[in-house]
């Protein structure tokens, strides 16, 4: 029998919320399983789901949680995939209801919003605050590939865009205000509490629960997309003249074809350069339907050589094209996608899993050689992959931009079994050995298959950050099973 996606995973949830490993007749366990949106590899049974709306009812969530002596965890918009969001029997704070602009400051260009809010109401409400020509503020960067992100999320992993020279999100964070282990609210910029804003921004919710943030907003000004066909041998030299023009985004997304002589090393280069107010915006871009998109990832799956070609042409034909600089970073993605795509391609379930691996610039052409060959050499199916510039961060505690690498991104299958994710995990271990012998690193976000010595190669702070926490955290409220897998791996081993 041909088991679906959906019967797969309602079995296993069935199996083991009952202790023996029996459907029948078992009492359900108490709890709620929750799971991360993207991987669906981070299933967590926790106490319960608390939705919080406001201020007054995070800090209430927190007393009781004190009183209860249980831990919290805290979800967004549930898209990290290292177990971030989720404790295991903790109290999940849910934070979608937190969605509110509070406060737009048109002179200042910064606006507060609590921290539940994601990209697209978050856009979408910038443009009813102001006046048509007071409409010139807009976010600055957010992530590519999806949209329904939180700005709380994006704090705690202190993420970035694809600007050209953009630094990590911390640099367009005016302030925020954070809720203690004992509920109690406090401030946090880069004149007080400086040291818990270094610890919490890329601090993954461990330094206390968010309840808003004040953003430092962007000019918002239209842009033309500019693509162009590149190797990897002329990506660098590219990145910079496009910068000396005044393009402000860019990316390259590669070939994925691992049969072709271009596998990683040809791929869309496509930037976004400033133009003047006038400009006419077309009624109607070319773009992808989802029906378009979902055709793509099939045959990202099921037809590597074929991919390329079809996306690249697309892309090509939409140089010239112009956006705003806010929705151009808007993207399509649909949630769960990957069932459909498994009862189309008729094989065993799976998900994608992504990682960023961080090499200094001179190194990325001899990085990509060693990546190509062995991606190829150990059959990993690459679905999806981009590079992009990052500059360093000078003010996170838990910097991962420790210097102004380029970030090589890859969005792997793998299959939902017991082999295909040891696979998974090898493929993102070998790649960050890659990374750390050419003195570079990689995102802690995606996943925590990295060894003790990896992590310590590549965030030698690592120990002191737990310490801190529990410095700030003594009764270890606020909690995830990230937290406990490196508090076992550090401070327990
Ligand atoms: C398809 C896809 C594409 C992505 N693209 C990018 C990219 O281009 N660039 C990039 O940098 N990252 C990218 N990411 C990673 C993503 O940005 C991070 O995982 C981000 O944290 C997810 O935000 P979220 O709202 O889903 O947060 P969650 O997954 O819900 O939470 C993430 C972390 O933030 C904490 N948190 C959330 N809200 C609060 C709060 N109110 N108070 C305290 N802590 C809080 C959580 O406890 C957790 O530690 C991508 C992920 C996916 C799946």
């Known amino acids: 029998m041909n088991m679906t996606r959906r019967s797969f995973l309602k079995a296993a949830s069935l199996l083991s919320l009952s202790p023996a490993g029996c459907m029948a007749m078992a009492e359900p366990a108490p709890g709620e399983w929750v799971n991360d949106v993207h991987s669906q590899l981070n299933r967590t049974r926790v106490n319960r789901i608390v939705p919080v709306d406001s201020l007054d009812a995070l800090r209430r969530t927190i007393k009781n949680a004190q009183q209860e002596r249980r831990a919290i965890s805290i979800a967004g918009g549930r898209h990290a995939m290292g177990g971030q969001q989720f404790a295991a029997d903790s109290i999940l704070v849910d934070t979608t209801k937190l969605d509110r ?51 709380g999320g994006a704090l705690g992993a202190n993420i970035h865009g694809r600007g050209l020279r953009m630094k990590p999100f911390v640099a367009d964070i005016g302030s925020f205000v954070v809720l203690d282990a004992e509920g109690n609210a406090h401030t946090c910029d880069r004149q007080q509490n400086t040291e818990c804003f270094r610890l919490a921004v890329g601090g993954y919710g461990l330094f206390g629960a968010i309840y808003s943030v004040k953003l430092r907003l962007a000019p918002r000004q239209k842009v033309r997309r500019v693509v162009e066909i590149k190797t990897i041998d002329e990506l660098l030299p590219s990145f910079e003249r496009r910068i000396a023009d005044g393009f402000l985004y860019g990316d390259f997304q590669y070939d994925i074809d691992e049969k072709s002589e271009d596998f990683l090393r040809r791929g869309v280069f496509s930037c976004y350069q400033p133009v003047a107010p006038d400009t006419p915006e077309p009624s109607e871009h070319k773009k992808l339907t989802s029906e378009n998109w979902a055709n793509l990832l099939y045959l990202a799956h099921a037809d590597r050589s074929r991919v390329f070609d079809e996306y690249s042409r697309y892309y090509v034909s939409t140089s010239g094209q112009v956006y705003w600089s806010d929705t151009h970073q808007l993207s399509n993605y649909t949630d769960g996608y990957h069932l459909a795509l498994d009862q189309r391609l008729d094989r065993k379930p799976g998900t994608e899993m992504i990682t960023e691996i961080y090499v200094p610039r001179e190194k990325l052409i001899d990085f990509i050689a060693e990546a190509r060959n062995d991606l190829r050499r150990t059959n990993v199916e690459v679905i999806y992959g981009t590079i992009r510039l990052i500059q360093k961060d000078d003010e996170t505690f838990l910097a991962w931009a420790k210097q102004s690498y380029a970030c090589v991104i890859f969005n792997l299958h793998v299959e939902h079994t017991q082999a295909g994710v040891d696979h998974s995990a090898a493929t993102f271990r070998r790649l960050i050995d890659m990374a750390i012998r050419r003195g570079g690193s990689y995102y802690l976000t995606y996943h925590r298959h990295a060894s003790r010595e990896q992590v310590l190669a590549c965030y030698p702070q690592f120990p002191e950050f737990l310490r801190l926490k529990q410095k700030y955290d003594p009764e270890e409220r606020f909690q995830s099973d990230w937290y406990r897998h490196y508090r076992d791996m550090f401070l327990n081993g």
């Open 101 to 151: 602009i509070l406060n737009f400051d048109p002179k200042a260009g910064t606006v507060e919003v609590e921290s539940g809010i994601q990209w697209p109401k978050l856009i979408a409400d910038l443009g009813e605050h102001s006046s048509p020509e007071a409409r010139s503020w807009g976010i600055g960067q957010k992530q590519t590939g999806a949209d329904r992100l939180s700005i």
